[in-house]
Nanobody
């Protein structure tokens, strides 16, 4: 079992920055690919960024490229999402997720590939 707890959400003005963090406990963190998803009211849960278990491959959805950075620290069992130049359309609940498969080759972007989820943290960007 993997437990995930997000932190770092909040209210920020457009153009500002936030750093989300996800702490993992339970099974060995370093064997799981990790991802951040977000879900706005009335919309589907979409991948924002993903990082493989080794930390040497990342994926970003087009709308956040150049603004968001995903990183992980396997020694501290954490994954982070640095969000810069935030826009009102980034407003959503952000979820941290761990891959259902360990030591996967590749970066899945479909939420169905992720088995462990955090409770979510609200990010609100005001215009």
């Amino acid at each position: 079992q993997v437990q995930l707890v997000e932190s770092g959400g909040g209210l920020v003005q457009a153009g500002g920055s936030l750093r989300l963090s996800c702490a993992s406990s339970g099974r060995t963190f370093s064997v799981y690919g990790m991802a951040w998803f977000r879900q706005a009211p009335g919309k589907e849960r979409d991948v924002v960024a993903a990082i493989n278990w080794r930390g040497d491959s990342t994926y970003y959805r087009e709308s956040v490229k150049g603004r968001f950075t995903i990183s992980r620290d396997n020694a501290k069992n954490t994954v982070a999402l640095q969000m810069n130049s935030l826009k009102p359309e980034d407003t959503a609940v952000y979820y941290c997720a761990a891959d259902a498969q360990t030591l996967r080759i590749g970066l899945p972007t479909d939420s169905r590939n992720y088995y462990y989820w955090g409770q979510g943290t609200q990010v609100t960007v005001s215009s």
